[in-house]
């Protein structure tokens, strides 16, 4: 079992920059295929990145194709999301998540991922 916890989320201007981290405690982080979802008010969770066990790999949604990038450093059990260039639209509370199985490029969907953190919020202005 592994533990998540995110952090990083804030206020910022539009066109500016955050970077969310997820620390993970318990099992072998580097077992895991780890994944960035977001969930503005009143939609589903839906899926912005994921990045394989190794961290040579990466997908992204379309929607923040080179704006975001997904990263992890398995040394230090963490996964990042580096936002740049942010709108409004992606204002929403930011969860990363860990599968046990699955495939970074194929787990897209929530039900793919098996541990989940607490969310925090991203709120950018216009």
């Known amino acids: 079992q592994v533990q998540l916890v995110e952090s990083g989320g804030g206020l910022v201007q539009a066109g500016g920059s955050l970077r969310l981290s997820c620390a993970a405690s318990?099992?072998?982080?580097?077992?895991?295929?780890m994944g960035w979802f977001r969930q503005a008010p009143g939609k589903e969770r839906a899926f912005v990145s994921a990045i394989s066990r190794s961290g040579r790999s990466t997908v992204h949604v379309d929607s923040v194709k080179g704006r975001f990038t997904i990263s992890r450093d398995n040394r230090k059990n963490t996964v990042y999301l580096q936002m740049n260039s942010l709108k409004p639209e992606d204002t929403a509370v930011y969860y990363c998540?860990?599968?046990?199985?699955?495939?970074?490029?194929?787990?897209?969907?929530?039900?793919?991922?098996?541990?989940w953190g607490q969310g925090t919020q991203v709120t950018v202005s216009s």
């Open positions: 998540a860990a599968s046990e199985g699955g495939s970074y490029n194929s787990a897209r969907e929530p039900h793919d991922y098996d541990y």
């Open positions: 318990g099992r072998l982080f580097s077992s895991y295929a």
